[in-house]
């Protein structure tokens, strides 16, 4: 599975949009890209998932380019409560026995 | 929603002893993972299933075994503990959605100490 590079940090302030990108230069054509979210001393939670162009849901948007090499993670007027660690995860669509292996993720420090 | 149950939040051990890491999940999600997590090391992928009494090794099973003797249970086992094993530990399952994604859920984790 394709390899993911994020940024160790961010930093922002309340209200602001945050765009966090994943780089996935080897992504294959039947991998997905999937964003979670963790909080300290909490597992890690499904943020968004998607495969091409763009995905919306009620907590964030997923932006992917059309060779799918990087993917950014677009979080709209971030407060306090969205401090947490970021992780993207590539899988492969093949119904289970995947190595799902996560990067070092990027944390988010979101401010007054 | 889907509850994945780990059976310890905190746990102290001594090093040698045997330890024992439950894990259960209410969806009847075939697929489970384990995985351990350490400050600035990320997580890190130990061992996963993709059916009973079916395993595959992680990036890093040394040292760890694991058993899924039913579909709901997945077990994470210190045959003789060590303290380089003082870490959180991460029981996950996963569903697959029409399109194929696999979205992974976590339980609230397992603090050991080995001493």
């Known amino acids: 599975l394709a390899k993911t590079t994020q940024p160790i940090s961010m930093d922002s302030y309340e209200g602001q949009e945050v765009n966090i990108t994943c780089s996935h230069n080897n992504i294959a054509t039947n991998d997905y890209i999937t964003w979670y979210q963790q909080f300290p001393s909490q597992g890690p939670r499904f943020i968004i998932q998607g495969y091409k162009t763009k995905v919306t849901n009620e907590v964030a948007s997923l932006f992917i380019p059309a060779d799918r090499k990087s993917s950014t993670l677009s979080l709209p007027r971030v407060s306090l409560s969205d401090t947490a660690v970021y992780y993207c995860?590539?899988?492969?669509?093949?119904?289970?026995?995947?190595?799902?292996?996560f990067g070092t993720g990027t944390q988010l420090k979101v401010e007054l | 929603d889907v509850k994945v149950t780990q059976s310890s939040r905190y746990l102290v051990k001594r090093t040698g002893e045997k330890v024992f890491l439950e894990c259960v999940q209410d969806m009847d999600h075939e697929n489970m993972f384990w995985y351990r997590q350490d400050p600035g090391l990320g997580l890190r992928l130990i061992y996963f299933?993709?059916?009973?009494?079916?395993?595959e090794k992680g990036d890093i099973p040394e040292g760890y075994s694991v058993s899924r003797e039913k579909k709901e249970r997945f077990s994470l086992i210190l045959e003789s503990a060590s303290t380089n094993q003082t870490s959180m530990y991460l029981c996950?399952?996963?569903?697959?959605?029409?399109?194929?994604?696999?979205?992974?859920?976590f339980g609230s984790g397992t603090q050991l100490s080995v001493l």
């Open positions: 995860l590539v899988g492969r669509v093949t119904g289970g026995g995947n190595k799902l292996t």
């Open positions: 299933s993709y059916d009973v009494k079916m395993k």
């Open positions: 996950a399952s996963s569903s697959f959605d029409r399109a194929g994604g696999e979205k992974l859920f």
